[in-house]
Each structure stands twice: as C-alpha cells, then as structure tokens.
C-alpha cells in the first residue's frame, strides 16, 4: 500500500541541527513531491517547504529560509528533511506528506517529534 | 497568525449538519480550485477528506462535502457522528512566496 515511514524520535540541543526522514512505498517515487508541515504542541498545522522528487525543485516557508534543506535519494525513494540551529519553539511534530496532482496532501507519513531542549 | 482564516470551534449534535469556513485572498482560495481540507484526531496525522475544493478521496464517507463562494471555502459535514469530533484544516495552493497555506484549525465538538 501506498505509506511514507518517518524515521524516530530526536532530541536536541539549541543551535544544533536534526535531520528527519521519510521513506515512501507503494507508488512512483519522482512523480509527487514531499512537503514537509510540522504542527507545535497544542497548535495548528505549519508548512514548512515542498520538494520535488522527480528534480529536486525547492520551495520553502519564508521564516524558516536559510535554516532548513530538503533533498531527495530517489534510489531509496526517500526524503530527508534538515533543520539547523535549532531553537526551542522549533519543538514539534515533524510531518512528510506526498503533495502533487491533486495540489492536496493525500498521503502523510506517522510524524516524528523533535524536542529541542537544554 | 495563519493565512487562512477559520472559526476556532464549532458544534452540532449526532444528526445535524455543520459548515466550517475558511477565508483567504485571490491569491489562494479565490483564485484556485485548490482547496483541501484535512480531518486530525488526537495524537494522530492529518487525513484528506476533501480535495480541489469539493472532490472526495476514496474511502471518505459522502457525507463530507466541500464548496466554494468568492475567497471563502467551506467544508459540510451532515449526519453528524461522534467519530466526526476532530480537528479540521483548510489549507490552499497560493500564489504568494510560498506554496501552500493553511488554516489555522477548527475543532468541532459533537455534543
């Protein structure tokens, strides 16, 4: 069946650095894009950049340019997601959705929770 | 502050029938047929119930159902059910720097 499978939990200090993965199965890996949202405790959801899978396209949420990458390895048809200097209130649930034709996150990975903590 | 504009709660009793807004601009929700909306219970991801505006995926009950009138989409749930209680966000396609923008949430409480 169609799934994307994120990889564990993370815990980390402020102004270090987490990468997050999303493995994908069960369809053509180049022919959707990633996006990545990630949801704060007890707040709403929040985009945070698409990539595309089939060319490695980019677009990202202003407030996080600079501090975040996302790439692809189509050989393992897996998405990685790479935030830097990390601060408390980047503490959340890290999501990968497949995004693409419909413009719709039809299929989300489980989540990750990243904790940024001292 | 989200993009899109949502009530933060909502209500109806097993039965009824409840619509939750969503209001954006021309640059999203007025001038695309790309509105979804997404169904989070606790503790759980988002789920896809409604796409380009009113197309429903396989699998989610027809008694979900979306629309559009100007910069403002709605989602309509009839028949409400206690397992309906969740969640809901409207998100966009956009024409502004990013992509996509979402709503910031509707909790619906079913009496």
């Known amino acids: 069946q169609v799934q994307l499978v994120q990889s564990g939990a993370e815990v980390k200090k402020p102004g270090a650095s987490v990468k997050v993965s999303c493995k994908a199965s069960?369809?053509?890996?180049?022919?959707?894009?990633i996006s990545w949202v990630r949801q704060a405790p007890g707040q709403g959801l929040e985009w945070m950049g698409w990539?595309?899978?089939?060319?490695?396209?980019?677009n990202f949420a202003q407030n996080l340019q600079g501090r975040v990458t996302m790439t692809t390895d189509t050989s393992t048809s897996t998405a990685y997601m790479e935030l830097r200097s990390l601060r408390s209130d980047d503490t959340a649930m890290y999501y990968c959705?497949?995004?693409?034709?419909?413009?719709?996150?039809?299929?989300w990975g489980q989540g990750t929770v990243v904790t940024v903590s001292s | 502050q989200s993009a899109l504009t949502q009530p933060a709660s909502v209500s109806g009793s097993p039965g009824q029938s409840i619509t939750i807004s969503c209001t954006g601009t021309?640059?999203?929700?007025?001038?695309?047929?790309?509105v979804s909306w997404y169904q989070q219970h606790p503790g759980k991801a988002p789920k896809l119930m409604i796409y380009?505006?009113?197309d429903r995926p396989s699998g989610v009950s027809n008694r979900f159902s979306g629309s559009k009138s100007g910069n403002t989409a709605s989602l309509t749930i009839s028949g409400l059910q206690a397992e309906d209680e969740a969640d809901y966000y409207c998100?966009?396609?956009?024409?502004?720097?990013?992509?996509?923008?979402f709503g910031g949430g509707t909790k619906l409480t079913v009496l």
């Open positions: 959705a497949r995004w693409g034709l419909p413009y719709a996150f039809d299929i």
């Open positions: 069960g369809y053509t890996f180049a022919s959707y894009g």
């Open positions: 990539i595309s899978a089939y060319n490695g396209n980019t």
């Open positions: 021309s640059s999203d929700v007025g001038g695309y047929n790309y």
């Open positions: 380009d505006v009113s």
């Open positions: 998100s966009s396609y956009t024409t502004s720097s990013t992509l996509v923008v």
